[in-house]
């Protein structure tokens, strides 16, 4: 069941927002929804290059063992 959150909006966002949403022909927890998914998103991909990098930095690491595996996933028709 989903939850059921309020948001307040100053007046000046609001009025904004609302041609904004319904242009796209998006309700407004639609729109917050694809907001709030998206930002997640983004953290996720921030953590996943930062590990990345981190682990690319790494002199020890051997990151060779995983090129097999990722050839495979790019290059599945």
Do not use: W
């Amino acid at each position: 069941m989903p939850h059921v959150t309020t948001l307040r909006l100053p007046d000046d966002l609001y009025e904004q927002l609302a041609p904004f949403v319904r242009r796209r022909g998006m309700s407004f927890n639609a729109f917050v929804e694809d907001m709030i998914r998206r930002a997640l998103q983004e953290e996720q991909d921030r953590e996943m290059y930062e590990a990345g990098t981190i682990l690319g930095e790494d002199p020890d690491s051997d990151v060779n063992f995983a090129f097999a595996a990722q050839a495979e996933v790019v290059l599945k028709d």
